[in-house]
C-alpha cells in the first residue's frame, strides 16, 4: 500500500478521487479516512481539506442512509491528524479522539431517535431471560430504553474511535515509509501519557459521573489502552522478541478481557515508572 500512498502524494487529485471513491465503496471508509489522514498529517489542515471534504461527502450519504461510522471516522481521523502534525504528541491526539467521540456518543449521534425500540421488542420476544431482566430493571427504576441507547451509542462510538486510531496509526506509517523510513515504528514504541495527561483523563472521569455523563467513562480509557499497546511494542523491540510475540499479545487482546485490564495497567504503570527508559538503561 505504500506505492498507493506515493502515488496519491504526486498530486492532491489524485488523492481527492481515491478518497471520494473509497468512502463511497461499503466498507472501504477507512481507506478514505486513511487518506484524509496522511495528506493531512503531510501538508497540514489547509491544503488538506479538499481530501478531507472529498472522504467526507460520500460518507455523510452514507449517514443519511442510516450508517454513521464512514463520516465520524473521517472526521475523527482528521481532527487527530491535525493535533498530531500540530503538537507531534501521540497521547493529545488520542485523548482529543477520545473527547470528540465521547461527545457524539454523549449528544446521541450514534443513537438516531427511535433506533433501539425495535432492538428491544425483539430481545424481549426472544428471550425469556432477556424479558425478565429488562423487567427487573424496569421495577428499579431505570429507564430500559435509555440504558439501550447508551449501551448501543457507547459501543459504535469506542468502535468509530478504534478505527479512527487504526486509521491514524496507517496514515502516519505511510508518511513515515515515504519521507522517514523507520520513525513510525520508533516514535510509536516511544508512546506514553505524561502524569498530566492522565490526570486530566481522570479528571475527565471523574466529570463525567458528578454531572452524569456516562459516554466519557465508557471511552476516556482508550488513551491509555494505546499507551499499553506502544508500552508492549517497546519492550518486544527493545528485547529483540520474535514477531510471534505480538500475534500471541493481539490475539490475546482481541479474545479476553483480563489482557485489556492488563494493558491498562501496566499503561498506567509506565506513565510514572517510564519502562522503556528504564530498560534501555539496563541494556
Known amino acids: 500500500m505504500l506505492a498507493l500512498a506515493r502515488w496519491l502524494m504526486q498530486a492532491t487529485p489524485y488523492a481527492v478521487g481515491v478518497a471520494a471513491l473509497a468512502s463511497l465503496i461499503p466498507w472501504l471508509f477507512w481507506l478514505g479516512a486513511a487518506i484524509a489522514g496522511l495528506v493531512t498529517l503531510r501538508k497540514g489542515f489547509a491544503p488538506a481539506l479538499p481530501v478531507i471534504i472529498a472522504a467526507a461527502l460520500p460518507a455523510g450519504w452514507w449517514w443519511m442512509q442510516g450508517d454513521v461510522i464512514p463520516l465520524a471516522s473521517v472526521l475523527l481521523v482528521s481532527l487527530m491528524a491535525v493535533v498530531l502534525r500540530e503538537r507531534m504528541r501521540w497521547s493529545e491526539a488520542l485523548i482529543l479522539g477520545a473527547i470528540a467521540a465521547s461527545v457524539m456518543v454523549q449528544l446521541g449521534i450514534f443513537t438516531p431517535p427511535g433506533s433501539t425500540e425495535a432492538m428491544l421488542t425483539q430481545l424481549r420476544e ?17 429507564d430500559t430504553q435509555t440504558l439501550a441507547e447508551l449501551v448501543v451509542g457507547g459501543v459504535t462510538g469506542l468502535v468509530v474511535l478504534i ?24 516514535e510509536f514504541h516511544a ?11 481522570v479528571v475527565l472521569g471523574v466529570l463525567s459521573m458528578l454531572f452524569e455523563l456516562p459516554a466519557f467513562s465508557m471511552l476516556i480509557w482508550v488513551p491509555l489502552l494505546i499507551a499499553g499497546i506502544a508500552l508492549v511494542h517497546g519492550v518486544i523491540g527493545l528485547k529483540g522478541m520474535n514477531g510471534l510475540w505480538l500475534v500471541a499479545f493481539y490475539l490475546l487482546l482481541i ?10 495497567l501496566i499503561g498506567l504503570m509506565d506513565t510514572f515508572a517510564n519502562v522503556r527508559a528504564r530498560l534501555a538503561r539496563s541494556n
Do not use: D, H, M
Open 126 to 142: 426472544s428471550s425469556q431471560e432477556v424479558e425478565q431482566v429488562l423487567s427487573e430493571l424496569t421495577q428499579q427504576g431505570y
Open 163 to 186: 478505527a479512527a486510531v487504526v486509521c491514524l496509526v496507517l496514515a502516519r506509517s505511510w508518511q513515515a515509509g515515504l519521507y522517514n523510513p523507520g520513525g513510525f515504528r520508533e
Open 191 to 201: 508512546l506514553r501519557l505524561a502524569p498530566k495527561e492522565l490526570a486530566v483523563l
Open 255 to 264: 479474545t479476553t478481557w483480563p489482557t485489556i485490564l492488563i494493558v491498562l
